[in-house]
Structures are given as structure tokens and as C-alpha cells.
């Protein structure tokens, strides 16, 4: 038999195709300007990190801590570095995982060019939160900073997204966890592996993140059965929740003391 002869249409798709073929081959090799990002450590602040305390207080004692004691995790994510090369395989295979991102690298990376310039932009942030966190922390407590003097320390750790917690971790020392704000009480925990994230401003107030899902996960993998989320990022929370772990709102540091405490006395919590 003679083979059959191509229609004028199909020889003209046919054609078409091969360089169609060629143009995705060439976006599948292409670098694309995407970080990948997957949850990241997590780090007490009312424990140590390599060796050393988080959280030191001077000019004043801080509370003592029990065998029962649970932990105030802050969560990151971890991301591709700026420059790798991400393809369009990577991409695709993140959006259908839910403990993995293809994320714009903007957005994980705003200021900086390279590694040293945008680790030395995230150690400036830090700093600034830390400051924000102590003031925000003695300010709630009623202690002014020339009683009572704060070091944190926490190693391998950039950016703003730990403020939160470095309060809380400051009110839980110096015993603002129960009664009233005089600093009196005990714990903020209850005992459990309390989780979240959350920027933090000098006047209480907490603000978004970004990369709430993967930090979720992160806290589920470190025995969190709480997450504290900013009210703005609830819905993120809420769509890639690991199953078993508990999502609060906050606005305000008032308002996560004030969650932490009923959770640990029983009372009404709000949640996602």
C-alpha cells in the first residue's frame, strides 16, 4: 500500500508544530524568576539556641521555668538562594505540593542582588524587630527599659517575621503570662508547643508575613498544636492547615496574651 498523502491542513499543522515543539522545550530548560521554598526551621524563644539562651534578661529575674514547660515557636520558610536556576518542571511540580512554592523572587527576596546584600538587608530587619519586640513587650508589661535590660539572641535567622514571638518570649520570662499585667503570673504555654509568626510594631501591633502555609507545616513537624496567624493571613492558614494543628487570629500583642491565657485556662479562644 502507498502511504497516505497529508491533507494540506495537516501539513500545515504539522509544520507549525515543530517549532511550537521547539518554543517549549526552551521555556522547560529556561531559567524562570522563581525561588522555591519549603518549611524551614523553628526556634524556642523562651529555650536556647546552640547553647545559648534567646532570650537574657538583666536588671530584673526572670520567672522559673518547670520540667512542664512547653515552648513559643517561631517558624520560617526555607528558600532557593538568589541566582539559582529554577525551571519550569520545578515550578509546576511546587504547585501541585503543599509542603513546597514557586514563589516570584521579589517576593522572597526584595532588596539585594546577591546573597551578602540581602543577608545584610535580613540582619538589619532583625535588629529593627528585636528593638520593636522589647519595646513592645516592656511597654504591655508596664517595666520600663532602664529596670529591666533584654538581649536576644538567635542565630541563622533574618527578617522581620519572628517580632511576635520575641514578645511574647520577653512577656513569658519576666511572668506576664497569667492575673494581670504587673509581670506576677507564670507561663504562657500551658504546657503545649504554642507556634506562629507575625511582625510586630513598638505600639502592639502585629502584622502579615507571607509564607504562612509552609510555616504551618513547619510548626506541625516540631509538635506545635497551636499556630498564632496575623487575622490578614487567616485564610491562607485555613486553606493548607495540617490537620490537628489549632489556627488563632491576632491583631495586637494584648490580644495573643490575651488568647494565650484562655487557652490555658480553659476559656474562649478565636480562631480562623
Same mark, same amino acid.
Not at 10 to 28: G, M, N, W
Not at 35 to 45: E, S, Y
Not at 163 to 180: A, E, Q, W, Y
Given at each position: 500500500?502507498?502511504?497516505? &498523502?497529508?491533507?494540506?491542513?495537516?501539513?500545515?499543522?504539522?509544520?507549525?508544530?515543530?517549532?511550537?515543539?521547539?518554543?517549549?522545550?526552551?521555556?522547560?530548560? +529556561?531559567?524562570?524568576?522563581?525561588?522555591?521554598?519549603?518549611?524551614?526551621?523553628?526556634?524556642?524563644?523562651?529555650?536556647?539556641?546552640?547553647?545559648?539562651?534567646?532570650?537574657?534578661?538583666?536588671?530584673?529575674? =526572670?520567672? $522559673?521555668?518547670?520540667?512542664?514547660?512547653?515552648?513559643?515557636?517561631?517558624?520560617?520558610?526555607?528558600?532557593?538562594?538568589? =541566582?539559582?536556576?529554577?525551571?519550569?518542571?520545578? %515550578?509546576?511540580?511546587?504547585?501541585?505540593?503543599?509542603?513546597?512554592?514557586?514563589?516570584? %523572587?521579589? +517576593?522572597?527576596?526584595?532588596?539585594?542582588?546577591?546573597?551578602?546584600?540581602?543577608? $545584610?538587608?535580613?540582619?538589619?530587619?532583625?535588629?529593627?524587630?528585636?528593638? +520593636?519586640?522589647?519595646?513592645?513587650?516592656?511597654?504591655?508589661?508596664?517595666?520600663?527599659?532602664?529596670?529591666?535590660?533584654?538581649?536576644?539572641?538567635?542565630?541563622?535567622?533574618?527578617?522581620?517575621?519572628?517580632?511576635?514571638?520575641?514578645?511574647?518570649?520577653?512577656?513569658? $520570662?519576666?511572668?506576664? =503570662?497569667?492575673?494581670?499585667?504587673?509581670?506576677?503570673?507564670?507561663?504562657?504555654?500551658?504546657? &503545649?508547643?504554642?507556634?506562629?509568626?507575625?511582625?510586630? $510594631?513598638?505600639?502592639?501591633?502585629?502584622?502579615?508575613?507571607?509564607? %504562612?502555609?509552609?510555616?504551618?507545616?513547619?510548626?506541625?513537624?516540631?509538635?506545635?498544636?497551636?499556630?498564632?496567624?496575623?487575622?490578614?493571613?487567616? +485564610?491562607?492558614?485555613?486553606?493548607?492547615?495540617?490537620? =490537628?494543628? &489549632?489556627?488563632?487570629?491576632?491583631?495586637?500583642?494584648?490580644?495573643?496574651?490575651?488568647?494565650?491565657?484562655?487557652?490555658?485556662?480553659?476559656?474562649?479562644?478565636?480562631?480562623?
Amino acid at each position: 500500500m502507498s502511504p497516505r &498523502r497529508l491533507t494540506g491542513r495537516q501539513r500545515t499543522l504539522l509544520v507549525c508544530a515543530v517549532p511550537l515543539a521547539a518554543l517549549f522545550a526552551v521555556v522547560a530548560l +529556561a531559567p524562570l524568576p522563581f525561588a522555591l521554598a519549603q518549611p524551614g526551621l523553628t526556634a524556642d524563644v523562651i529555650g536556647d539556641s546552640k547553647h545559648k539562651p534567646v532570650i537574657t534578661l538583666s536588671g530584673e529575674k =526572670g520567672r $522559673k521555668t518547670g520540667p512542664g514547660e512547653g515552648k513559643l515557636l517561631m517558624t520560617t520558610i526555607a528558600a532557593t538562594q538568589p =541566582g539559582a536556576t529554577v525551571r519550569l518542571p520545578e %515550578v509546576a511540580e511546587a504547585w501541585f505540593r503543599t509542603d513546597r512554592a514557586a514563589m516570584p %523572587v521579589d +517576593a522572597v527576596y526584595p532588596v539585594g542582588d546577591n546573597l551578602k546584600e540581602i543577608e $545584610k538587608h535580613n540582619r538589619g530587619e532583625m535588629r529593627e524587630s528585636q528593638n +520593636a519586640a522589647v519595646k513592645a513587650a516592656l511597654r504591655y508589661l508596664h517595666k520600663s527599659p532602664r529596670d529591666v535590660r533584654v538581649t536576644l539572641r538567635l542565630a541563622d535567622v533574618g527578617g522581620p517575621s519572628a517580632g511576635l514571638f520575641f514578645s511574647l518570649g520577653v512577656i513569658d $520570662k519576666l511572668g506576664g =503570662g497569667d492575673g494581670g499585667r504587673g509581670g506576677t503570673g507564670g507561663g504562657l504555654t500551658g504546657g &503545649r508547643v504554642i507556634a506562629g509568626t507575625g511582625t510586630i $510594631k513598638a505600639d502592639g501591633t502585629v502584622g502579615p508575613v507571607g509564607g %504562612v502555609p509552609l510555616k504551618t507545616k513547619a510548626a506541625k513537624r516540631d509538635g506545635a498544636s497551636v499556630f498564632l496567624v496575623p487575622r490578614a493571613e487567616c +485564610a491562607d492558614a485555613v486553606a493548607e492547615r495540617p490537620k =490537628g494543628l &489549632r489556627l488563632v487570629p491576632v491583631d495586637t500583642l494584648g490580644g495573643a496574651v490575651k488568647a494565650l491565657r484562655a487557652l490555658k485556662g480553659g476559656g474562649r479562644v478565636p480562631a480562623c
